[in-house]
């Protein structure tokens, strides 16, 4: 492998002007002709992380992830990618496995790593992430997740779910079923499931609460259990990953969703088209986001004033698991 040391001697000049040229500093066009040239003889492309590791500017981006399996995290990972790309800036991704402390290590391990800022799909903001964001220089937005003291890109969760209960009501089920997650998560946990229940509430119908977790697998050994107690007919699942499991356990119990039980979700994934039937559900738009985010964050990095809060409009995709 070519190195820096190799470039400047056939070039004849020295090791730190070939890093001036490199870092798009000041060289003379003559040097700096005898610099490329020997830089396409070898092809060589220079190591831009550390590169960045060695300089006070970087064009790497931080992003912590709650799950690698998400199928939210994934697009708004694309969106991000893209939009990265574009402003010149590549991405680093830590993944946490949906552990709160793991987050806390990957802002403080990134910021190590000279990124220029931070962008968190964040599942509950804690005073830690508070105290870390204090504390640092680097910029950081979150996503999925709002609080008064941070820049964030989120859904207005609570309209989301209001807007599915009002479209799920017209369907006449009078024994309704939510399935959320720990109200840790205030987004989800919390809003979301409040407006399901205080909208169903306003025209006479109880919802009953069930908490479980995001993943599909957790959710299919739920409804395994709770198909086969429970007099719902239909099924209000936070994420259309956890509606996911409740197809699967349907379809092994021999019931048939979208005529023995009715199903629906929050997020638009894109499996859920391709579920039979296709899941009714609210988009939210997860690649808007990934762009969003990153557009805010480089706004932020350049010293340019954004809002606090940024909201991602919501759509009702209405489809056949719900008669």
Do not use: C, W
């Amino acid at each position: 492998m070519v190195t820096i040391r190799q470039i400047a001697k056939e070039a004849g000049v020295s090791k730190s002007t070939v890093s001036r040229y490199l870092n798009d500093g000041y060289v003379s066009e003559d040097t700096a002709e005898k610099i490329k040239t020997v830089i396409d003889k070898y092809n060589f492309v220079p190591n831009k992380f550390a590169r960045t590791l060695k300089s006070d500017k970087s064009n790497f981006i931080g992003v912590i992830i709650p799950r690698i399996d998400s199928p939210s995290a994934m697009s708004m990972l694309d969106g991000i990618d893209r939009t990265a790309r574009a402003n010149g800036f590549q991405i680093l991704i830590s993944n946490t496995d949906l552990e709160v402390g793991r987050e806390i290590e990957s802002i403080y391990s990134l910021v190590q790593n000279k990124v220029a800022g931070i962008i968190l799909i964040a599942t509950e903001i804690t005073p830690e992430h508070l105290e870390a964001q204090e504390s640092l220089s680097v910029p950081i937005l979150f996503i999925g997740q709002n609080h008064d003291s941070v820049y964030s890109v989120n859904h207005d969760n609570y309209l989301a779910g209001k807007t599915l209960a009002e479209n799920l009501l017209p369907f006449g089920h009078k024994d309704v079923t939510y399935v959320g997650v720990s109200e840790h998560d205030q987004s989800v946990g919390v809003e979301r499931k409040k407006g399901v229940v205080e909208t169903f509430k306003k025209s006479g119908i109880t919802v009953t609460e069930v908490e479980s977790t995001f993943r599909t697998k957790d959710n299919y050994y739920l409804a395994l259990d709770l198909l086969k107690e429970s007099t719902s007919t239909l099924y209000i699942a936070a994420t259309d990953n956890m509606a996911m499991g409740f197809y699967r356990a349907a379809h092994d119990l021999g019931l048939v969703v979208g005529k023995d039980i009715s199903i629906a979700g929050f997020g638009g994934y894109a499996f859920s088209e391709f579920l039979t039937p296709p899941l009714t559900t609210m988009d939210f738009h997860h690649e808007l986001v990934g762009e969003t985010a990153a557009f805010n964050l480089f706004e932020r990095i350049a010293g340019k004033s954004i809002a606090r809060e940024t909201t991602i409009a919501v759509t009702y995709l209405k489809r056949k698991s719900v008669i």
